[in-house]
């Protein structure tokens, strides 16, 4: 198994998975040629970006599913299931005394997040984002530790802003930070494996460490280094990582506009401040991009919350044999394909799916024989076997994505494309043009 985002570029060097451009890209053209390099395919590593010496910049770390299956070492087709069984199979982090990502400590006035090649994403966006640091944070009141994917808008040499959307796990260690009267610390790693990326951006219960997740994705134990500013332990082998502090007692200032996953300009909003006590790296790192609505956010954020709703509805009984949610590159859309049991049964999956994930908007459910990533074959489902009159199914007023200020996120939308129990023969297919 790969230890690091280093030995990953190997791997990727080895599959011809990866472009390495040495030639020098100024940090204002990267996110054009970050989009180019998303329509072929592969992962793309910038070495030489004038300003910035010494420092690279990797991008599309996950341009499609065939990327996590080289990880595993196995066929593409494999790694929902393979990544099933290992979900629950957790391993706690263990500590060790150092690791490359202290070779370099920078504190007090030597910080200067302005000198990494962090990148504007879209043309409009307010400034140079942060968009793929795993956030890891402490809740407060029992000390389990959480980690998420946030994005952090540069606003001065040690102070970002910070996006924490309402309902997950870091707004909940916030709320109870400011009732405690303290600040919440954070520590920020930048340049990951990308197995601790995937656990990140996984949902499992709250009490759940995602580093132990990390573990279980990997197989081994994660390895932690103290942080040097904060009571927090980070990957001790990332490529940087920022020490700081969130103060919920401070008034929330504009962040934004930013290029966001649904490809809309979120507009400019108040959010927290993020500052920066420390930053240690690699004597030469690594930082990543992520563009928000691209493969690599859909293959990142999508991969993980597949295999929680397959969690779910085999908790349920279902025959389930393919699950997407990426259908689009917004995960706010799936579809299931199954071998049902019971002609109503797509109504139960349906709910087992918002149920397991809150984000989740409209869910199709497909027979076996249909192709759930490719959305010509989810519309020939519905154009030959969905019975509209018994097949939609509406909740209404749930929880949903939360930047929704005209209520599009807050009703579910459930479609049953599959053909009546009992009458397969009629229904086989012919094997003709739609796939
Ligand atoms: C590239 C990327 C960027 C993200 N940006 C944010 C963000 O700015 N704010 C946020 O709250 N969630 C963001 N998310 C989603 C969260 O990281 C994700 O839902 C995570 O699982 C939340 O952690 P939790 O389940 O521990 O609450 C992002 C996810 C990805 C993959
Ligand atoms: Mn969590």
Known sequence: MIKDLRDYIQLLKEQNKIDIVDEAVELSDISLRMREQEKRGKTILFRNIPGFE???????????????????????????????????????????????????????????????????????????YNSAGIVIAKDPRTGIRNCSINRMQLKGRNVTGFRMSPRQDLESYYNAAKELGQ??????????????????????????????????????????????????????????????YLDPQEPWEPEGPFGDFMEFYVPVMDNPLFHITAITCREHPILQAIHAGSRDDVTLLGTPREVEIARMLKSMNVDVRKISLQIVNNYLTGAVAIRKQLEDEPRNVMMGAFAAFKFLKNFVVVDEDVDVDNPKEILWAMSTRLRAEKGILVIPNAVGFGRDAYGIHTAKLGIDATAPLGHWDEFERTGGQNG
Do not use: W
């Open 54 to 128: 010494g420092t690279s910049m990797i991008n599309n770390l996950f341009a499609d599913r065939s990327f996590l299956a080289a990880i595993f070492g196995c066929a593409k087709e494999s790694v929902q299931e393979l990544l099933e069984e290992r979900y629950s199979k957790r391993i706690p982090p263990v500590m060790v005394e150092e690791g490359p990502v202290q070779e370099k400590v920078f504190l007090g006035e030597e910080i200067d997040i302005f000198g990494f090649p962090f990148i504007k994403h879209a043309p409009k966006d307010g400034g140079r």
């Open 183 to 244: 600040k919440l610390e954070l520590a920020v790693a930048i340049g990951n494996h990308p197995l601790d990326l995937l656990a990140a951006a996984s949902g499992p219960p709250r009490d759940v460490d995602e580093l132990e997740l990390a573990g279980a994705f990997r197989g081994e134990a994660v390895e932690l280094v103290k942080c040097k500013t904060v009571d927090l332990e980070v990957p001790a082998r990332a490529e940087l990582v920022l020490e700081g």
